[in-house]
């Protein structure tokens, strides 16, 4: 999204300071009518990135994205319409939509059992090739042979190449069924130690309540993020809301790891902390378990990598058929 909408996401020139939010919110309320109020503002480090706005618009959440040195706004984005909004839809719910106040979820349960399959066509996958492994004397070759003709290749892709990539889509089934049956989430929880609550623990989310023009004091707002800057240095970002505070950390790992904050809405007090050190298990895991299934806990690597891995599956159940009938044509 980035590359393809660069003037969205990147300012044109970032010259000196950006303004102090009470002066930025000034020059966004002049080119906004008085029925949108903001609700929060995401505040990169990187000099050169826009602000981001939330607020809330015919019963919908938007993002405004604005230029922090002049407050110019830049895009009003909603991303219903958004390619990656739709591919998770697909991918979550078969585009049943999500159905948090009941009916039942068809398109859910159809991911989950498939994923279910999944997992035992690929364990029963690494099981056989383990045995034909061992049997053939630890002959049996881990290299793809890729200039032996295209029969031989579109054997060793299934075969030798799917056993390289099992293991990472093996994870991916295991952590995405978490989202799928509360039976297993329950149960993989527990695995690690974990007991879950009724809902995430320290993650104030980036809607958070709706923002008042009237009520709300951006400068209090700027010395907020001005106190946690200072406190957290080498920080990725910032997201403040009306009494509600989130750092977010520059380090790889649980990506959405963060420190949540409380201050008064009156004085720019801070009132609470909820350190992510000091986060339970089930809120660490519930980070883990997103950062692991999305490939981002090592950054591009690990998304090449699970990129890759994922691409490499697809072909699996194509090449899969194919020496199937290969061998039912010609046995």
Same mark, same amino acid.
């Given at each position: 999204?980035? @590359?393809?909408f ?6 044109? =020139?970032a ?6 939010? $009470?002066?930025?919110m000034?020059?966004? !309320?002049?080119?906004?009518? $008085?029925?949108?109020? +903001? ?6 480090? $990187? ?11 015919q ?19 909603? #991303?219903?319409?958004n390619?990656f ?11 049943? *939509?999500f159905?948090?106040g009941?009916?039942?979820?068809v398109?859910?349960?159809?991911? *989950? =059992?498939?994923?279910?399959?999944? +997992? ?25 042979? @890729?200039?032996?003709? @295209?029969?031989?290749? /579109?054997y $060793? ?9 099992? /293991? +990472? ?8 069924? &978490? ?5 297993? %989430? &329950?149960g ?13 623990? *320290?993650?104030h989310?980036?809607r958070?309540?709706k ?5 709300a004091?951006?400068?209090?707002w ?5 106190q ?8 990725? #970002?910032?997201?403040?809301? !009306? ?5 977010y ?10 420190? !949540?904050? &409380?201050?008064?809405?009156? &004085?720019?007090?801070?009132t ?5 050190a !000091? ?6 895991l %519930?980070g883990?378990?997103?950062? =692991? ?20 599956g ?13 061998k039912?044509?010609?046995?």
């Amino acid at each position: 999204m980035q @590359w393809c909408f660069p003037s969205r996401y990147y300012v044109e =020139v970032a010259e000196g300071s950006p303004l102090p939010l $009470d002066r930025l919110m000034e020059a966004v !309320n002049e080119q906004l009518p $008085d029925t949108l109020q +903001v609700a929060s503002v995401y505040l990169p480090a $990187d000099p050169e990135k826009n602000y981001r706005m939330s607020f809330a618009g015919q019963g919908r959440m938007w993002s405004m994205f604005v230029d922090p040195y002049s407050g110019k706004i830049k895009e009003i984005y909603h #991303a219903e319409g958004n390619f990656f909004t739709f591919m998770r839809r697909l991918h979550r719910w078969l585009l049943t *939509g999500f159905r948090p106040g009941g009916g039942f979820p068809v398109g859910k349960i159809v991911v *989950g =059992v498939a994923t279910l399959l999944l +997992v035992f066509i690929l364990a029963a996958g690494m099981i056989l090739w383990i045995i034909k492994w061992r049997k053939s004397g630890r002959r049996y070759g881990w290299r793809i042979k @890729w200039q032996s003709g @295209w029969k031989r290749l /579109l054997y $060793d892709l299934h075969i030798v190449g799917g056993m390289y990539v099992s /293991l +990472v889509l093996l994870v991916l089934a295991l952590t995405g069924l &978490t989202w799928s049956f509360d039976w297993y %989430r &329950t149960g993989f929880y527990k695995l690690f130690g974990a007991e879950l609550s009724g809902k995430p623990g *320290g993650q104030h989310g980036e809607r958070g309540g709706k923002g008042d023009r009237e009520q709300a004091d951006f400068a209090l707002w700027q010395q907020v993020a001005g106190q946690l800057a200072a406190q957290h240095p080498g920080h990725k #970002a910032l997201l403040i809301q !009306n009494g509600k505070a989130s750092v977010y950390p520059q380090a790889t790992g649980n990506v959405r790891a963060s420190d !949540n904050y &409380t201050f008064d809405p009156q &004085t720019g007090v801070i009132t609470g902390e909820n350190r992510y050190a !000091n986060l339970d298990k089930a809120g660490k895991l %519930r980070g883990w378990i997103y950062s =692991v299934h999305t490939g981002s806990w090592g950054g591009w690597l690990t998304r090449i990598i699970t990129c890759i891995a994922s691409l490499w599956g697809a072909s699996l159940p194509l090449t899969g058929y194919y020496l199937w009938w290969r061998k039912s044509r010609f046995s």
